[in-house]
C-alpha cells in the first residue's frame, strides 16, 4: 500500500507518519507539504497512490455529525470530479462512499 499524507504541519505529518508505520508496517508512505511545494500540479501522477490523507483542518464537532460527514463527502467528490476532468476531460466518478470514518 502507498499513503500520501498532505498538511502543512512538520509535527502532524511526522506524528500520522509514526502512527501509519506502527498500524501499516510495509505501507510506502510519502509527505507533501503545500506550504513548501504548493497544490500538486497537473502532472503529478496521483494513481500512484492507495490513500489520500488531507482532512487538517477540520472541525471536529462538525465531522461527528451526519451533514458534516456527508459536507465532507460532497467536497471530496468535487475535487476528485474536477482532477478527473482536467485529466480526462470527464468527470469519470458518479460518486463517492467512506467505508470506514475514523476521527481522532
Known sequence: MRILLIDDSDVFRLQIRQILREAIPDAEIDSWDPVAYGKPGPSFDWRRYDL??????REYQALM???GKEALRAECLKTVQE????????AGVEDLY?????VQ
Open 65 to 67: 455529525t451526519r451533514a
Open 98 to 102: 467512506f467505508t470506514s470514518f475514523v
Open 83 to 90: 482532477l478527473l476532468r482536467r485529466e480526462t476531460g470527464k
Open 52 to 57: 489520500l490523507l488531507l482532512l487538517n483542518g
